[in-house]
T-cell receptor, first 114, second 111 residues
Framework: GAVVSQHPSWVICKSGTSVKIECRSL??????MFWYRQFPKQSLMLMAT?????????EQGVEKDKFLINHASLTLSTLTVTSAHPEDSSFYIC??????????FGSGTRLTVV | QQPVQSPQAVILREGEDAVINCSSS?????VHWYRQKHGEAPVFLMI?????EQKGHDKISASFNEKKQQSSLYLTASQLSYSGTYFC????????????FGKGTHLIIQP
């Protein structure tokens, strides 16, 4: 099946710093990738859609200047949380759509901002 | 709009059956079912597409009633490994849309 590699698995950072999360599709060229956020005991919420070579599309209420998305190649998309604050602590998960396998998810990144 | 899942939680004995429902107020193109264990990423179970489908694998099956905008996931003779939170994710278009997830159904299987 389709494989997505997401790094890091977890990160602890100080308030005010920036954190970059990488998501790679290992066996599929992903024109479109998706970034989700999941707070404890809640559902996954779509943050943004990342299109290769163009600007990402953000869902309502998601600050594009705070969550920078770069999808420079068909196999790599990155999410940078800028000036992170404790309320940004969450589980961030990337996903891409594979026609054969539906939506494949990365393993997720647990961000803790202290 | 977020699809509505029911029940919110269910506790079963190993070997019992479970049904999880997912309904939407919007016309749906596809329904995707996932199981997530604590601290892990969601694991894909199956996808059902517009046109009305039923499919299954091993003891897990699902149906999609396009007219009613509803889908149900059926777990037969549940195993301990079935424990987790089940999410339905939906799309309303056939393009490259992200999934809109329900709030999840917590399933606990007891020995």
């Amino acid at each position: 099946g389709a494989v997505v590699s997401q790094h890091p698995s977890w990160v602890i950072c100080k308030s005010g710093t920036s954190v970059k999360i990488e998501c790679r599709s290992l066996d599929f060229q992903a024109t479109t990738m998706f970034w989700y956020r999941q707070f404890p005991k809640q559902s996954l919420m779509l943050m943004a859609t990342s299109n290769e070579g163009s600007k990402a599309t953000y869902e309502q209420g998601v600050e594009k200047d705070k969550f920078l998305i770069n999808h420079a190649s068909l196999t790599l998309s990155t999410l940078t949380v800028t000036s992170a604050h404790p309320e940004d602590s969450s589980f961030y998960i990337c996903s891409f759509r594979d026609r054969n396998y539906g939506y494949t998810f990365g393993s997720g990144t647990r961000l803790t901002v202290v | 709009q977020q699809p509505v899942q029911s029940p919110q939680a269910v506790i079963l004995r190993e070997g019992e059956d479970a049904v999880i429902n997912c309904s939407s107020s919007k016309a749906l193109y596809s329904v995707h079912w996932y199981r997530q264990k604590h601290g892990e990423a969601p694991v894909f179970l199956m996808i059902l597409l517009k046109g009305g489908e039923q499919k299954g694998h091993d003891k897990i099956s699902a149906s999609f009633n396009e007219k009613k905008q509803q889908s149900s996931l059926y777990l037969t003779a549940s195993q301990l490994s079935y424990s987790g939170t089940y999410f339905c994710g939906t799309t309303s278009g056939g393009g490259a849309d992200g999934l809109t997830f329900g709030k999840g159904t917590h399933l606990i299987i007891q020995p």
